[in-house]
């Protein structure tokens, strides 16, 4: 074996290929067999952890795009250039997986185009969800695009994809609102299923502004990675704005907390809701307002005003965390809360490793894209790509 051979399985690489092979192995299984032989999904419990995790979780991380893009090109934060690109490639890559993953819930890949040109649910709020995620998806290929349009040589193409950069932002902001909110807006109809600690007719604007925090903080736990497995690839202009980007999204991402936790608070007072607090529900809603929203909040400001970089990086970690939480409650622990415990829903073992091996190809895709296309580094025959 080659040093080069050497070099390329590592265990890292090792085990990459070992969850793809798995992966592929679930996707068969999926496939040939049906939902039912890899799902522990029911009548009562049909939406499980694709939905939750792969769904909910995929979208609200992968807003660090439209977040990134916004600050920049429409509020005139110039000294966030660098970052634009890294969020825009996760962003696309999160929600091009989201679509892939929800493939494994739908069934009938081919199908996927029918809600938008053959049967339009009009009145659905899945049918506002599919549309918007469907022209996002699509307005952040063609922001992406320009990196790849470096690396092919395609001048021409990538300048009049630059020229678009501006209306790209503004649709992407619009969408991103539109569907983001729309996602929280789902559960309005279920108001007896999910447990009124989480239940509110503020759902769509609680959604809207957690992904705010999403994405700020997925832009800094995505820059701490980078930083560590990809620095070499780095140019000096990204290395020198980075701490900056960390430190103002964590200042942003500190006043978002901030806010989120007392507008809850203020939804709680309005439907009185104090005395679910006393429950074993109340413990884990306690958890997450306290733990994954308050506690990141004080580390973000603490951060800043320090100027730690350590703390801003840990403040992000729970900031993921965080949605993740909170999109897991809503959408499968608080769900359904009513049924006893063994009517309640529980991912399987196979579901579990379909979300992985999605998670995996993200990984994989970021790594390819990132080692190869100027996307941590300016193209130095394109001075103007951010």
């Known amino acids: 074996m080659s040093n080069d051979q050497k070099k390329f399985w590592h265990a890292g690489n090792i085990l990459t290929a070992i969850i793809l092979a798995g992966g ?25 952890l694709w939905i939750g995790f792969d769904l909910m979780c995929g979208v609200a991380l992968a807003a660090g795009g ?3 893009s916004a600050s920049c090109y429409l509020f005139g934060m110039k000294h966030y250039h660098s970052a634009v690109r890294p969020a825009i490639t996760t962003a696309f890559l999160g929600y091009f997986f989201v679509v892939v993953a929800l493939l494994y819930d739908l069934g009938h890949p081919w ?27 699509s307005v952040l290929f063609i922001e992406w695009s320009p990196a790849a349009l470096e690396w092919l040589g395609m001048r021409k193409l990538r300048n009049l994809v630059i020229k678009l950069t501006l209306p790209l932002t503004i649709m992407g902001v619009v969408l991103s609102t539109m569907h983001q909110s729309s996602l929280g807006a789902l ?59 960390a430190f103002g999204f964590a200042k942003a991402a500190s006043f978002i907390l901030a806010g989120y936790f007392f507008i809850k608070l203020f939804d709680i007072t309005m439907d009185n809701d104090w ?15 306290f733990g994954f929203v308050l506690l990141p909040s004080f580390l973000y400001a603490i951060g ?13 970690i729970f900031g993921v965390l965080g949605i ?34 999605v998670v995996t190809l993200i990984i994989t895709a970021y790594r390819f894209i990132t080692t190869r296309m100027p996307v941590l580094f300016e193209h130095p025959e394109y001075k103007d790509a951010h």
């Open 275 to 289: 005395k679910y607090l006393a429950t074993g529900y109340g413990v884990i809603f306690l958890i997450e307002m």
């Open 111 to 137: 199908r996927l185009p029918y809600p938008l040109v053959y049967s339009q649910g009009t009145t659905s709020l899945l049918f506002e969800v599919g549309l918007c995620v469907s022209l996002y998806v």
């Open 304 to 316: 800043v005003r320090e100027k730690n970089l350590k703390i801003v990086r840990i403040a992000s």
């Open 24 to 48: 592929l192995v679930l996707t068969f299984l999926r496939f040939y067999k049906g939902i039912g032989a890899v799902t522990n999904l029911d009548d009562n419990n049909p939406w499980g």
């Open 187 to 245: 559960f309005l109809i279920a108001p007896g299923k999910l447990h009124p600690l989480w239940y509110s007719s503020f759902m769509p604007v609680f959604f809207f502004i957690s992904s705010m925090v999403a994405g700020t903080s997925m832009v800094i736990f995505e820059g701490t990675l980078a930083h560590k497995g990809l620095h070499h690839m780095m140019d000096d202009t990204h290395l020198k704005e980075a701490h900056g980007v």
């Open 324 to 357: 993740v939480v909170n999109r897991f409650n809503v959408s499968m622990i608080a769900f359904n809360w009513q049924l006893p415990a063994s009517e309640r829903y529980f991912p399987s073992l196979m579901e579990i490793g379909i979300s992985i091996f």
């Open 66 to 68: 439209y977040v990134t």
